[in-house]
């Protein structure tokens, strides 16, 4: 049977696509990626052309059934995303259980990701963090979810996109308070890339006063509850919270 790769593809600079993931695109039968035409361009950049398929959310689970059937025909494929490494906050989840429910091998080449990436710069506690990926869109279900994490004490990881970006953060700030230490990566890797650190209140303050700060892609860090976080403050946040979901 064919082994199924994994692969991580770069989330900006395109120095970060490692040999040994080119060398692996070269030699599989076919690249399953999220939208053909993106990765078309990532492989023409390398001067590679390959068979693409398209998995994604909408058709990943009818796609890993055959998928599984090429593999167990002796196939070899890859999967990529647009960006980064497969299966983060990206498709690929179904696929992969698929393939190791049918004892297929599943093996990864690593690379770059966006929420590691932003971790290793961005000077909070990283011995223990937990990964949130996006907030959900509707701003009650946001507030609800933030309120949860409220005394949690591990550093905080948030994907967020520009068009979110302030709604975002001024969530954050209430939830966890102005005063809670974070840091916002954007653009990592790419010409823009710029880390900021401070308390919440004054980040959501600068990305307010500054249209550049709100262009592109973030991850947005937060530090963890201390021990001492006041129960009492965390209780009213969470209350106020469940009430905003009553409001206009
Ligand atoms: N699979 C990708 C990874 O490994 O990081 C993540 C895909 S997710 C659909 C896209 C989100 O990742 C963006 O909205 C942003 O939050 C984050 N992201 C991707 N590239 C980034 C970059 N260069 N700088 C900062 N954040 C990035």
Redesign the pocket.
């Known amino acids: 049977a064919g082994t199924l790769h994994i692969v991580?593809t770069p989330?900006?600079n395109l120095g970060d696509l490692s040999p040994r993931a080119l060398e692996t695109l070269k030699t599989v039968s076919a690249i399953c990626a999220e939208d053909t035409r993106h990765t078309r361009q990532l492989l023409s950049h390398f001067g590679l052309e390959r068979p693409l398929l398209a998995l994604h959310q909408h058709n990943e689970e009818a796609q890993a059934a055959q998928l599984v059937a090429r593999l167990q025909g002796g196939e070899s494929l890859a999967l990529v995303?647009?960006?980064?490494?497969?299966?983060?906050?990206?498709p690929g989840f179904r696929l992969v259980r698929a393939a190791r429910a049918a004892g297929l091998r599943v093996s990864p080449v690593p690379g770059?990701?966006?929420?590691?990436?932003?971790l290793s710069v961005a000077g909070l506690p990283s011995d223990r963090f937990v990964f949130e990926g996006?907030l959900p869109a509707k701003a009650s279900a946001r507030r609800e979810r933030l309120a949860r994490l409220a005394t949690e004490s591990r550093t905080l990881m948030?994907?967020?996109?520009a068009h979110r970006i302030e709604e975002s953060l001024a969530d954050l700030a209430t939830a966890f308070g102005d005063e809670r230490p974070a840091v916002l990566?954007?653009?990592?890797?790419?010409l823009f890339?710029t880390v900021l650190d401070g308390p919440l209140g004054e980040l959501r303050a600068r990305v307010a006063a500054d249209a550049n700060q709100r262009k592109?892609?973030?991850?947005m860090i937060v530090e963890g509850a201390g021990d001492d976080a006041d129960a009492k403050v965390v209780e009213g946040r969470r209350l106020y919270a469940k009430l905003s979901e009553h409001l206009p």
């Open positions: 991580a989330i900006g995303s647009d960006a980064g490494t497969p299966l983060v906050s990206d770059a990701c966006a929420v590691i990436a932003a996006f948030f994907y967020e996109s990566a954007r653009e990592l890797t790419k890339e592109g892609e973030f991850v």
